[in-house]
């Protein structure tokens, strides 16, 4: 399986909005589901949310972020998409996407392809 590639990182203040790009180069993007996961410093990794292959129709989110990111996918580009807002300190971490379940799961552990991460930082 390709590797994935995630972008769109960076500094922002409390209450400000960032999109992240996760892409493959895979031409079996769109056969499986995907995740967002993310992990702060000292914590474990942590689920953010899940999207089902093809369209997408389905997608999931953590109690944390209900409301807030919405999760998308565009697979003429390979691209799976995180968009945040309102974005709060307590966002601040490496953020990741994996890939390589055929039905998303909110299990870390059942993702076998995953993404190098992308730091996330919200001041207050």
């Known amino acids: 399986q390709v590797p994935l590639v995630e972008s769109g990182g960076g500094l922002v203040q409390a209450g400000a909005s960032l999109r992240l790009p996760c892409t493959s180069s895979?031409?079996?993007?769109?056969?499986?589901?995907m995740g967002w996961f993310r992990q702060a410093p000292g914590k474990e990794r942590e689920l953010v949310a899940t999207?089902?292959?093809?369209?997408?129709?389905?997608?999931a989110y953590a109690d944390s972020v209900k409301g807030r990111f919405a999760n998308s996918r565009n697979n003429d580009n390979a691209t799976l998409y995180l968009q945040m807002n309102s974005l709060l300190p307590e966002d601040t971490a490496v953020y990741y996407c994996?890939?390589?379940?055929?039905?998303?799961?909110?299990?870390?552990?059942?993702?076998?392809?995953w993404g190098q991460g992308t730091q996330v930082t919200g001041s207050s």
């Open positions: 994996a890939s390589g379940v055929f039905f998303a799961s909110q299990d870390a552990r059942q993702y076998t392809v």
């Open positions: 895979g031409r079996t993007f769109m056969m499986y589901g």
């Open positions: 999207i089902s292959a093809n369209r997408g129709s389905t997608t």
